[in-house]
């Protein structure tokens, strides 16, 4: 499919499909739908598609990946917004909006398809069973949130395979912050109680759960069950401590979210600021480019924004269209605020729309310098579209150790992290270059996915490189996609790069040149994956070395230790007391273990 195509095959349903309101679906030729949008005239709204200069880059994508257009005729507009709004809620088609914000923040999770969900830490794509709680825009602050459930309600942080394994209670068990559901510790109907509450601890239901806890300490106190009042009594006191000042005491909502947009030629910054039980826990930023303008943008961004999360009771916009909230509020159950008119939210918002105007006007420089540079390489390179995908690949091994391939990924305009890849190599002999880049790319383009195909792919190496490259597109009969390979200088100066293209150009960019500093960025960012994948590979070698040197560890107890510490310097630093509760230890054993790290100078 191409651009010229999807404009072509528009034009030929506008003639099909009346002026009246309804329903539209843009569908691929794998029959995903990729966008589902409402008109209030569908001819004069599928018709906005071929006007392409007005398209943001995503939407030209679209366009040239379009194969089939459906439309639903409605009685009215306002049926129309409702079930476009339901269609996208449940399908969440993946062009309808896409949610940039300007940093990757991470999550805490709860991964429900296990008979025991665990919790953990978690940045990318987000999955349908899990239940996500953030965004948290400072790490420490997910790290102590962390901490202080499993110190409260003692749910497992492990990986599943390290839970199936396990025979006694690990070190977290020992110091209260698990409750060792792996050996049977705890029931599963009690395990369940303990993960609602965890649940509604997160989702801001602080009041309720601390009036639970309360309840349930006093029902234990009247059954004579003094231990385990004390120790719901310790999880209060522990609970409460957590409590903090709150920061915007004239808010009159306890739980809500407010958002402001601004827009400026097509392009939108929303910025977030979510209160729970009064209190600020953090803000983010999205852009978003789309031809919707006012109360779709809002619309469609919130069915996005809560499409894997529970929103609060109430929210505050700055764009409330009557039928756009009636709307939302029924799909949500939720009521909804005019940001720009509530006064019980007026400061909160005046920060968060002058936030979203700095940073859209920022934003919107950088990408037009970032635009210009994409349209000098589409050029250099002779590409037939705009470029939306860069992948960049590198081998390393290490005096033949560690070989492993790396891929980092780009829109053009920012790293995608969490497309970011490690092939770890299997078939090859260690050191052979080409059959390890041979390798690498077979695995990644023997299944290609509609909308994850590169338009460029570097690759750091020479011509020889390419030539394997341009092989295994061929032999895989992938095609539309330009192989470039990046030399460095005969005195490997940066600056001095060559660039060798599939169709046999040789390039050499002036020193000074944008392209050539973009290009290099590129490069030295799959460098840097790299590095930092072979220094973890090193550490856990050397880690394991380490410890294989402590007078009867034998590998059990070793895994045991690494498990618990982590690292070679956390269990140096590691009291007696606290190796004496680990499993399979012991006393004596511990002691001994104890004695001899620091008998050992430092390394």
């Not at 390419?466 to 330009?482: E, M, P």
């Given at each position: ?38 008109a209030k005239n569908l001819v004069r709204r599928v018709h906005q598609y071929t006007q ?455 390039i050499n960019f002036a020193k000074d040149d944008k392209v050539l500093y973009y290009l ?84």
């Amino acid at each position: 499919m191409s651009l010229e195509t999807g404009i072509k095959l528009i034009n030929q349903t506008i003639k099909d499909i009346t002026e009246e309101s309804g329903v539209y679906k843009m569908i691929n030729a794998q029959g995903e739908i990729m966008y589902v949008g409402k008109a209030k005239n569908l001819v004069r709204r599928v018709h906005q598609y071929t006007q392409i200069e007005r398209l943001p880059n995503r939407l030209k994508l679209m366009v040239s990946l379009l194969a089939k257009i459906e439309v639903l005729i409605t009685k009215s507009e306002e049926e129309a917004l409702l079930l476009e709004a339901q269609l996208i809620k449940g399908l969440q088609p993946k062009f309808n909006i896409a949610l940039k914000s300007d940093k990757s923040f991470p999550y805490l999770v709860i991964d429900n398809a296990h008979k025991f969900p665990r919790i953990f830490k978690y940045r990318g794509a987000k999955k349908e069973k899990n239940s996500y709680f953030g965004p948290f825009l400072v790490t420490g602050d997910l790290e102590n949130l962390m901490l202080n459930i499993q110190k409260i309600f003692k749910l497992r942080s492990c990986s599943d395979k390290f839970f199936s394994r396990r025979q006694r209670p690990c070190l977290l068990y020992q110091i209260s912050r698990c409750s060792a559901p792996c050996v049977s510790k705890i029931s599963e109907a009690d395990y369940s109680k303990s993960l609602k509450r965890a649940k509604k601890f997160l989702s801001g239901d602080v009041a309720e759960l601390r009036n639970e806890l309360i309840k349930e300490m006093e029902i234990t106190s009247e059954n004579l069950q003094f231990e385990k009042a004390a120790e719901i009594r310790d999880t209060i006191h522990l609970f409460n401590q957590l409590q903090t000042e709150e920061l915007y005491n004239e808010n009159a909502y306890d739980n809500i979210d407010i958002f402001a947009v601004y827009s400026m030629q097509l392009r939108n910054a929303i910025q977030v600021f979510s209160i729970r039980e009064g209190k600020n826990v953090g803000h983010a930023n999205f852009f978003l480019d789309a031809i919707e303008e006012g109360d779709e943008i809002v619309k469609t961004f919130l069915l996005t924004y809560y499409a894997k999360k529970a929103p609060p009771s109430v929210i505050a916009v700055n764009y409330t269209d009557s039928n756009t909230v009636k709307v939302l509020e029924t799909l949500f159950n939720i009521k909804i605020l005019n940001a720009e008119k509530d006064k019980s939210v007026a400061k909160i918002y005046s920060i968060a729309r002058k936030n979203a105007e700095i940073s859209l006007i920022q934003h919107m420089k950088n990408d037009i310098v970032a635009d210009e540079i994409l349209q000098q390489l589409q050029n250099v390179f002779d590409l037939d579209k705009p470029i939306q995908r860069i992948e960049v690949y590198d081998n390393s091994h290490i005096q033949g150790q560690y070989a492993v391939g790396c891929r980092v990924v780009s829109d053009g305009k920012q790293f995608i992290k969490d497309e970011y890849r490690i092939f770890k190599i299997r078939q090859v002999k260690v050191g052979d270059d080409y059959s390890m880049m041979h390798e690498v790319l077979v695995r990644r383009f023997k299944k290609l996915e509609s909308t994850n195909i590169p338009d460029l792919i570097l690759i750091d190496g020479g011509p020889n490189h390419l030539a394997v490259a341009s092989a295994v597109l061929k032999g895989l009969n992938v095609t539309n996609i330009r192989a470039v390979a990046i030399a460095k200088g005969p005195k490997r100066n940066a600056g001095e790069e060559t660039f060798y293209l599939d169709d046999g150009q040789v390039i050499n960019f002036a020193k000074d040149d944008k392209v050539l500093y973009y290009l290099q960025r590129l490069r030295d960012e799959v460098h840097r994956f790299a590095i930092s994948t072979h220094r973890k590979l090193r550490q856990k070698e050397t880690i394991t070395s380490l410890t294989s040197t402590i007078p009867g560890i034998g590998s059990k107890r070793q895994k045991i230790l690494l498990s618990a510490f982590g690292s070679y310097e956390k269990i140096k630093q590691a009291s007696l007391k606290e190796l004496q509760q680990l499993p399979n230890f012991g006393k004596n054993f511990a002691l001994e273990v104890y004695n001899y790290l620091h008998s050992k100078k430092d390394e």
